[in-house]
C-alpha cells in the first residue's frame, strides 16, 4: 500500500495523512526508491528487523488478550532467538532467521551485528535487560553452540541440574544481576517439562528530558470506554516542548517525548474514547514508526500523562506457536547443539516499566523558544498505545498498551 506523508500547518496542528488531495504530499515509495541513509548501517538495519519481529509479536499477543493491558519488550525475545538460531540444522536456523527478518539483511555476520547491537543498549539509556537460552537436565551440549553464544551474546546457554530448588535459585539470580536487582522472582516456580525455555526480561525507568513537577500530577479521569471511567494520578506540564503529528489514516494523535540517553518514546492516542486500537496496532512496522519520527513536527503543548508502575508477566509459548515459528515446537532440528532431540516447550517473558516525574532538566521558558506555538493539549486519558525506541538505530525496547490503568497508576 502506497503511503503518503504530507506535512501540513492546519489551524493549531500539524497533520500527517494519507489524503491524495492535500498540497506537499510525498510518496513513501519515492523515499524508499532513494534510500533513507538511515538504513546504510548495518546496525540500523538489524535493529529494523529485530523490531518487526517485535511488532509481530506484539500483534499476535494482542488480538490473544484484546480487553488486556499488554506491556513488553519483544527485544529480550528476539536476542534468546536468535542466539538459539546458532544451534539450529538448515532448515531450523533459516525458520528463526526468516521470523527475525534476516533474510532481507543479506548481513553475513548477523551475529557480529548483534554483537555491535546489544553493545548500543549501555548505560544511561535506563534500560535493564537480561535473556538466556535454557536447556533440559543434564544435556550434553555441544561446546562450540555455547562458544559462540557466549562470544556473540554475551551468556552461555544454562542446563538445568534437576534440582528445582537450585534451577530456581538460580535462574531468579541470574535476572536479577542483569537487570540490576529491579526484575526480581522471575519464576515462582521453575516450568514443568523444559526441553528448551527462552527467558527474556527487562526493566526501564527513563529520565525525561524535561522532568515533571509532582505538585503538577493531580487526579484526572481516565475513559476506559463512554460509561466507565476511573480517576488516577496524572503528570501534567504545560508548555513543554514536544514533537508532534496527527495521522488522519488511522485517526490519532501521536506526540513523541524524548529521555535522557538517546531514548524516546511515542505516544499513539485515538482521536475518539470509542475508538479501537487494532488498526493502529496492525500498521506499526519498524519502517512506519520511522518515518513517523522523521515527519513529527516540534511544538509546546499542555500534556497529561499517567503515572505509571507496571510488572507484566506472560508466557509466550502459545504466541509464538501461532506465528511462523511453531514448527520449533513440534520438530525442529537443532543438531548444532545436541545429539539429542530437543524442541522449544516455553518461553517466558516479564517486563517492569517505571513512569513518573524525574528528568533531567526543567521545562524551558517559553522567551526566545523558535518552537512552533499553538493552544494544543494532549491528554493521554483513554486507551492509548505506545513505543518506546533508541534514537540511534531505532530499535524497539518496550511497546505496550493501556486500556485500563486501575491499578497500575502510582500515586
Known sequence: MQTYLVFLLAGAFFSLTNSQDAAEEVPTSQVEEEEDPFYKSPVNRLASSASNF???????????????????????????LSSLSLGGGQRTESLIHRSLYYDLLNDPEVHATYKELLASFGSGKGLQSAYRVILERKLRIRQDFATQMEKYYGNKPRILTGSSRLDLQESNEFVQKKTDGKVVKFFKEMPPSISILLLGAAYFKGQWAHKFNPRETVQREFHIDEQNTVTIPMMTAKNIPVRYGLDSDFNCKIVQLPFSGGVSIMFFLPLTVTQNLTHIEEGLTSEFVHDIDRALQPVTITISIPKLKVNYEAEFGSTLQESKLQPLFSSPEFNKITAKTIKLTQVVHKAALELNEDGVASIPPMEGQTRHHFPLEYHLDHPYLFVLRSDDNGALLFIGKVLDPKGLARK
Open 54 to 80: 517485535g511488532y509481530d509479536l506484539y500483534r499476535i499477543q494482542a488480538n490473544k488478550y484484546p480487553t488486556s493491558n499488554i506491556f513488553m519488550s519483544p527485544l529480550t525475545i528476539a536476542t534468546a
